[in-house]
Antibody, heavy 122, light 108 residues
Framework: QVQLVQSGSELKQPGASVKVSCKAS????????MNWVRQAPGQGLEWMGW????????TYAQGFTGRFVFSLDTSVSTAYLQISSLKAEDTGVYYC???????????????WGQGTLVTVSS | SYVLTQPPSVSVAPGKTARITCGGN??????VHWYQQRPGQAPVLVIY???DRPSGIPERFSGSNSGNTATLTISRVEAGDEADYYC???????????FGTGTKVTVL
């Protein structure tokens, strides 16, 4: 079955970096875009952007430029989210989520990874 | 940017019908998707393209979209339907996907 499995929880100090992985299985990885969504503690869902898994081209939402980087390793069907210069406000659960087509504007998100909790605290 | 407004909470008795609204400017002209997020779990798609159900989602879940309001309807509500529900659309003007503010459904 189609499945996205993310890496485990992370506790980081302010200023450090973190890399979250999202391993896909059950489908052809390069056929479907991968999205990233953040959920701050007790808050709603916030779309961070997506990466074209065929070309590697990323698109970042407003508020997620500069310190956030999406990348791929297609040899192991894995997408990555790297966040640098971590701040306390980056604390939250980060989800990867597959989109059904590569046509921008037509996405819904299914399935989702189980989420990775990133805690930024000194 | 495009704003999607949902009621913070909806309470419903078991066996009754829950209706969750998602308000947005001319949302009827957009495709709306809905997600269920149970406590401590990842979101799950329950409705896409306004009213289509993914495989495995009960027929009790249905959707509609017109004018300035989209609605997710849960019929014959069960205890397991207790969760947060989010609507989602594509905002062409900002080139962003936008989620609603979320609605907590409580089964009495």
């Amino acid at each position: 079955q189609v499945q996205l499995v993310q890496s485990g929880s992370e506790l980081k100090q302010p200023g450090a970096s973190v890399k979250v992985s999202c391993k896909a299985s059950g489908y052809t990885f390069t056929n479907y875009p991968m999205n990233w969504v953040r959920q701050a503690p007790g808050q709603g869902l916030e779309w961070m952007g997506w990466i074209n898994t065929n070309t590697g081209n990323p698109t970042y939402a407003q508020g997620f430029t500069g310190r956030f980087v999406f990348s791929l390793d297609t040899s192991v069907s894995t997408a990555y989210l790297q966040i640098s210069s971590l701040k306390a406000e980056d604390t939250g659960v980060y989800y990867c989520a597959r989109a059904p087509t590569a046509v921008a504007g037509t996405f819904w998100f299914d399935p989702w990874g189980q989420g990775t909790l990133v805690t930024v605290s000194s | 940017s495009y704003v999607l407004t949902q009621p913070p909470s909806v309470s419903v008795a078991p066996g009754k019908t829950a209706r969750i609204t998602c308000g947005g400017n001319n949302i009827g002209g957009k495709s709306v998707h809905w997600y269920q997020q149970r406590p401590g779990q990842a979101p799950v798609l329950v409705i896409y393209y306004d009213s289509d159900r993914p495989s495995g989602i009960p027929e009790r879940f249905s959707g509609s979209n017109s004018g300035n309001t989209a609605t997710l309807t849960i019929s014959r509500v069960e205890a397991g339907d207790e969760a947060d529900y989010y609507c989602q659309v594509w905002d062409r003007s900002s080139n962003h996907y936008v989620f609603g503010t979320g609605t907590k459904v409580t089964v009495l």
